[in-house]
């Protein structure tokens, strides 16, 4: 398996899995693709059925990470997702609801969100690639919550990896920064910028754009584009549709909160491989550029002043950094094609696929799309702790909405939840009068003593921090 740039870099000479986890973009601002999707014959994926959580990852994973030896993998895998981390070994198991109707929980992870299960494991493969080459990286990052304390989780005392992790000053949740700032571990840094998210992810652009410095200090990134992250989260795909289903002739869809397009992207490489979904159901809340694309065929990212922040904050985003690899397989895997695109969406603001040819391979591609605002992930949240007795969180209510919305009474539909309702104790209360019930490891969690520091908006104080604190070069 080797990988290309979906705008054409390495097209000559595909790249090895090891070689493209540390990259943030391709060096012609691409995002790494493998160069066909890997694919399993009937009597495998019968085999897969079977198998455990690690062994189902394994036999996923190995797919797309061929370039260290397999038992190397295999224990990497093994020591990743373990029942002490996730809670159980199921590792992502599998609520019903009602008679066709399920909810995957993969939130169970170090910080409640599902960003655990990618992140948990590109860590242990960067200490592992690092270790190979005596290397070290610094990992510069921006978030608004969820990212930043996934991935700190993640890295936390990894040997050769030095975390540094934007916030914008006051803007996150209590729980959130108590999650990140109570870290105390000497390889991780919270940085509190004064400004925006926005504010936050420019400085780390900033940053990254001086070549110089990025090679000097090894600036590494953890973002959503990674392709790490896409290939673990193909694997609770299959576990999600073994658990719901007795056979493999079943057809299920899957109903996905969407933000950066990562966590849908995953279940779409998933299908590709040959997992018989019928149709991704992808919702997004009131930021809607998704849910507009898969209706009208048009793509319109939004101005930082046309994004909303809402109860759903993780999905707040104005553009999804992943579409790219989706738009890429729908528009017949060219680069040139992905490059035109790219650069209409430069010059007017967006692009629009409905006119074209193209518009037919995406209906084909199986995805229905709807939208939620507050309102209804409250009643949604009210409404399934009132039936089934148990409470989601706002991101997964707005999954669950929309999927309730468009499901077909003979599929078996099956939810993703992306986050534990712990984190977002404030929009629970409103829905359903009482306060989340939070694991015993995070109580008291406000209360613990907290680690940051504070940075004007301004690319050269974060680069002097860097210097100062880098992992030795
Ligand atoms: C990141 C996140 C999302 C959005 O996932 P994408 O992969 O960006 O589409 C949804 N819900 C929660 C809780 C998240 O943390």
Redesign the pocket.
Known sequence: MRYISTRGAWGDDPQPFCAILQEGLAPDGGLAVPQAYPRFTGPELAALRPLGYRELAFAVLSRFIDDMPAADLRRIVADTYTAAVFGSDEITPLATLAPGLFLLRV?NGPTM???DIALQLVGNLFEYVLGRNQGSINILGATS???GS?AEYAMRGKRGITVFMLSPLGRMSPFQQAQMFSLADPNIFNIAIDGTFDDCQDLVKAVANDAEFKARWKIGAVN?INWGRIAA?VVYYFKGYFAATTENAQRVDFA???????????AHVAREMGLPIRRLILATNENDV?DEFFRTGRYRPRSASETHATS?P??D?SK???FERFIFDVTGRNPETLRELWSTLATDGGFDLSQTPHWAQVQAAGFVSGRSTHADRLATIREIATRYGIVI????A??VKVGLELRDPATPLICVE??LPA?FAATIREAVGRDPARPAVWRGLETRPQHSTTLAADAGLVKAFIAEHAAAA
């Open positions: 939130s969100a599902f960003k919550g969820d990212t996934s959503s989260q996905v909160p969407s933000g950066n397009f990562g966590n849908i992207l995953a998704l759903s993780s999905m985003i999804a950094s992943n969180d706002p991101h997964t707005d999954g992306t986050a984190k």
